[in-house]
Structures are given as C-alpha cells and as structure tokens.
C-alpha cells in the first residue's frame, strides 16, 4: 500500500505539473511562444543563478533583462555568470529585492540552497540559514528610478513574497504598463495567507490568468480545486493585448 500510495503521488504531482525545472515545468515553452512578441523590457525578480534570464536573452533578441537577487552571495555568482554571457549587454544587475515597501529588511540565506532565500524563516533543522539585513524597493520605485515606462514581461519568483512584489507595483498595474506577469503559487501561500483566489482578485480584472503547463496555458477563471498548494507558475497576459494572448493559446483554446 505504501509503495502504491507513492507512485499515485508521484502520478497526480505530475498531473498537476508541480516542479520548478525550468525546461520542462513550461516555463522555457512560454519564453519561446513569445519570440515574435518583440518584447523589449523584462524584469526577472528573484533571478537566482539565472537560469530564466539567460533564455529570455537567447530567445528575445531586443530584450534588455533586468535581473534583480537580494541575497550578496547569489548576486556574486550572477554576476559572475552574466560577465561571460554571449548577450552581456542586454542585461542589468541589481543587487536588490522587491517588496511592498521601500527599506531595509532581514531576510534568510540558505548556503546550500540559495534559491529558498525567503523573507520567513523556513525549513528549520533541514537547511542552515543565514539571516541577512537586505536592501528593498517597491516595483514602482524601481521602474522610475530606471527609467522604465513599459515592462513588456514581469517574471517574479521570491519564495512566498510574489504578492508583495504586485502590491509594491500597483501604480504599473493601475496604469496598465505591465503586458505580462508570470508567478510562483504554492505552499508558501499558507504562511504568507495570500491564496490564488487572492492573486485573481488581485489581477483578473486587468489580465488573462492560467496555469503554465510543459507545452500550453490554461486559461479560466478561478476555481476553488486549484487551491492545492502545488508549486506551479501562473501566466498572466493584459487584456488589452489579445495578440499576445494568441501567441500562447492555441487553435483550440489550449
């Protein structure tokens, strides 16, 4: 029975699609269904050792990449990587997170996993942490600061913190200067008690949302059964930009 139990496991993960491998979760899918977009600006907050950024830079030729990591130690490796990055000068690293508030704050550095770097203290006994006081912004800061008017694709990956990175943005939202969001839902929803249902009240008026899957997005309203906790991504597309929408759903609506 418990051999069994394992493998139903195992089957319904994958057909919810939970993972965070980028090439085969349907994130890279995305990337790619989006080359004719023309997409000029993209902002990859929690950009980790970088894995996202150098696809959008490979596959978005006029692409300039902002890739923003909070934690030092990952954005030493980042940097490192992107200096001998082929499309170098197309990105912009910034050694800073986004938030809801501008501000210092502490966050938790796991060295052996850097991509759980989180605003909550998590998975004690399992990981050491490192509590660091790190540097914050606000989504419309940083895009004023920088001069940027448009963010053509907002991917936003922050252990938990996805919502507080929107709500820093609300200006860009309200505005309708952000064609594109794509972000993480999963169990972090329990502690930050931000759910899905909460990310569409947050979103759905101005966007198309659906769930990234290995080869299409499905598209809908929300439903209460996709409340699972499952880690996944969400693409969200402005609704205003029914040609981009075209681009990712196919002839028969998947």
Same mark, same amino acid.
């Given at each position: 029975?418990?051999?069994?139990?394992?493998?139903?496991?195992?089957?319904?993960?994958?057909?919810?699609?939970?993972?965070?491998?980028?090439?085969s979760n349907g994130e890279r899918h995305v990337l790619e269904a989006f080359r004719p977009a023309g997409f000029r600006v993209a902002l990859d907050v929690g950009a980790?050792?970088?894995?996202?950024?150098?696809?959008?830079?490979? $596959?978005?030729?006029?692409?300039?990449?902002?890739? $923003?990591e909070v934690a030092p130690t990952t954005v030493e490796a980042l940097t490192a990587a992107m200096a001998a990055h082929e499309h170098s000068n197309r990105i912009r $690293?910034? +050694?800073?997170?986004?938030?809801?508030?501008?501000?210092?704050?502490?966050?938790?550095?796991? +060295?052996?996993? +850097?991509? !759980?770097?989180?605003?909550? !203290?998590?998975?004690?006994?399992?990981?050491?942490?490192? +509590?660091?006081?790190?540097?914050?912004?606000?989504?419309?800061?940083?895009? *004023?600061?920088?001069?940027?008017g448009h963010v053509d694709y907002l991917k936003i990956d922050v252990e938990g913190a996805e919502h507080r990175v929107l709500k820093g943005g609300a200006g860009l939202?309200?505005?309708? #200067?952000?064609?594109?969001?794509?972000?993480?839902?999963?169990?972090?929803?329990?502690?930050? *008690?931000? !759910?899905?249902?909460?990310?569409?009240?947050?979103?759905?008026?101005?966007?198309?949302?659906?769930?990234?899957?290995?080869?299409?997005?499905?598209?809908?309203?929300?439903?209460?059964?996709?409340?699972?906790?499952?880690?996944?991504?969400?693409?969200?597309?402005? #609704?205003?930009?029914?040609?981009?929408?075209? !681009?990712?759903?196919?002839?028969?609506?998947?």
């Amino acid at each position: 029975m418990s051999a069994l139990h394992r493998t139903a496991s195992f089957v319904e993960s994958a057909w919810h699609n939970e993972g965070a491998d980028f090439a085969s979760n349907g994130e890279r899918h995305v990337l790619e269904a989006f080359r004719p977009a023309g997409f000029r600006v993209a902002l990859d907050v929690g950009a980790n050792l970088g894995s996202w950024t150098k696809a959008a830079l490979g $596959l978005w030729p006029e692409c300039m990449v902002h890739a $923003l990591e909070v934690a030092p130690t990952t954005v030493e490796a980042l940097t490192a990587a992107m200096a001998a990055h082929e499309h170098s000068n197309r990105i912009r $690293l910034h +050694p800073i997170g986004l938030s809801d508030r501008e501000g210092e704050q502490t966050i938790y550095y796991y +060295p052996d996993a +850097p991509d !759980l770097t989180s605003d909550v !203290l998590r998975h004690e006994g399992k990981v050491r942490s490192v +509590p660091i006081v790190a540097r914050f912004s606000t989504l419309d800061r940083f895009c *004023h600061d920088q001069g940027i008017g448009h963010v053509d694709y907002l991917k936003i990956d922050v252990e938990g913190a996805e919502h507080r990175v929107l709500k820093g943005g609300a200006g860009l939202l309200e505005s309708g #200067r952000i064609a594109c969001i794509q972000f993480e839902y999963g169990a972090f929803s329990i502690d930050s *008690h931000f !759910l899905l249902q909460d990310y569409f009240r947050l979103l759905e008026r101005r966007f198309h949302i659906g769930k990234i899957y290995p080869t299409y997005v499905a598209f809908g309203l929300y439903d209460w059964r996709d409340e699972d906790f499952r880690f996944c991504n969400y693409l969200c597309i402005a #609704r205003d930009r029914p040609d981009l929408l075209r !681009l990712v759903v196919g002839p028969d609506g998947a």
